[in-house]
């Protein structure tokens, strides 16, 4: 998820973007970017039934730009950039409930979102581990 125009809120799409050069043999993983309107995505993901649905995005956290965290679904409203037409949560909660399946929600801390930004190093950094180790976890058998 994410807005390519606003600096680290690209975050999410960035990451799917390596993800997808990485795993492209993978028949039973699906990537998909999502951009500014994730929920438009629902009838995919719908035809490939996934077990869990992992959302990436930049995440108002209050920590250090280029922080990485786990989010609980309840906290998503409260910390998300929410540059997105529908909240994180009424979307991992129509996944969850429709298609019952796990959602979760990996948060990148920004330090820029402002309208044509560039990507700020610590972001950058980020989003190479996180391609790296996903890659990793999702090449596994």
């Not at 999502?34 to 995005?57: C, K, N, Q, W, Y």
Request: net charge negative.
């Amino acid at each position: 998820m994410g807005n390519e125009l606003r600096g680290d809120d690209a975050a999410g799409v960035l990451v799917v973007q390596g993800l997808t050069a990485r795993l492209q043999a993978r028949e039973d993983v699906l990537v998909l970017n999502g951009g500014m309107a994730p929920e438009s995505f629902t009838g995919p993901l719908r035809r490939f039934a996934p077990h869990l649905v992992l959302l990436i995005d930049a995440a108002q956290m209050g920590a250090e730009p280029g922080a990485v965290r786990w989010l609980a679904l309840e906290e998503i409203d409260g910390i998300s950039s929410s540059t997105h037409t529908l909240p994180p949560s009424v979307l991992a909660a129509y996944l969850g409930s429709e298609m019952g399946c796990e959602v979760a929600l990996l948060g990148i801390q920004p330090a820029n979102l402002g309208f044509d930004d560039p990507l700020s190093k610590e972001v950058e950094h980020s989003i190479q581990g996180v391609i790296v180790e996903l890659a990793e976890i999702l090449s596994t058998d």
